[in-house]
């Protein structure tokens, strides 16, 4: 995302920004648990928030339309099974305008998320994804969901640290999300938890986890999350700088 994207959010929506629900069948976030079989609650556990594409995989011009498009961006699955050693839950937001666009469905999304967990495992046996969520609307739908609005991150909040979940459904699954109001000429908000982060590689990823309060690590497309190395290993950094 370039830095107009975020500007024509404020120019719509003003200097407090309220994100309205999407009008379309598709309301909200596609969400799929991980491969491990541990039961979420109240945790007191950071979060480590990663977009997908260009941070986890290579992206692809045209989107990653399937399981034999996923190329697992190297040294990913080592730095994924780090956070999980260091005490991380790790949460996918991702935006995936595609399923609204008519071009797939969620579960292709489902098969897509398999394939790159698998790839993951195979660097680094703990390197488990325990949540993907997914932002299926296009820009102009107006959705709380994509990014740069912090809603994915919020829900990824509440479903792993403090829900008691219900019995777990395998493929992605529909939840409807909360508008969130965020103030972009305002204070940096505070997240959660201290060591909350957020690694992207757009403004627009920077911009969702500003708004939740999460330390930045902004990151090369071609290179990915191995970029940040061990630098959220340090309790005193605050990670990328950035002004809304």
Not at 34 to 41: C, I, L
Not at 51 to 76: H, T
Not at 81 to 109: D, F, M
Not at 208 to 219: K, N, Q, S
Request: proline share 7%; charged share 25%.
């Amino acid at each position: 995302m370039q830095g107009s994207l975020l500007f024509e959010l404020l120019q719509s929506f003003g200097k407090t920004l309220h994100v309205p629900r999407c009008g379309h069948t598709m309301e909200g976030v596609f969400v799929q648990w991980g491969p491990e079989p541990d039961d979420f609650g109240p945790s007191s556990q950071p979060v480590a928030f990663l977009d997908r594409d260009g941070v986890l995989n290579l992206g692809k011009e045209g989107y990653v339309n399937g399981p034999d498009e996923v190329e697992l961006l190297k040294g990913a699955g080592l730095v994924v099974g780090a956070l999980k050693e260091a005490g991380y839950l790790v949460c996918v937001v991702t935006n995936q305008s595609p399923i609204q666009r008519g071009l797939w469905g969620p579960e292709r999304l489902g098969d897509i998320h398999h394939e790159l967990q698998r790839q993951l495992l195979g660097e680094h046996s703990k390197a488990a994804i325990d949540l993907f969520l997914a932002c299926p609307h296009r820009f102009k739908d107006g959705c709380a969901c994509r990014k740069p609005s912090p809603g994915m991150l919020r829900l990824g909040h509440q479903m792993l640290r403090e829900e008691i979940p219900t019995e777990r459904q395998e493929g992605p699954f529909e939840r409807r999300i909360e508008s969130p109001v965020v103030d972009w000429w305002g204070k940096k908000p505070s997240s959660p938890h201290p060591l909350d982060l957020m690694v992207g590689d757009r403004r627009s990823d920077m911009g969702a986890g500003w708004a939740f309060g999460c330390r930045l690590f902004r990151v090369n497309a071609s290179i990915g999350l191995t970029q940040v190395q061990l630098q959220w290993l340090n309790d005193e950094t605050s990670g990328d700088s950035f002004q809304p």
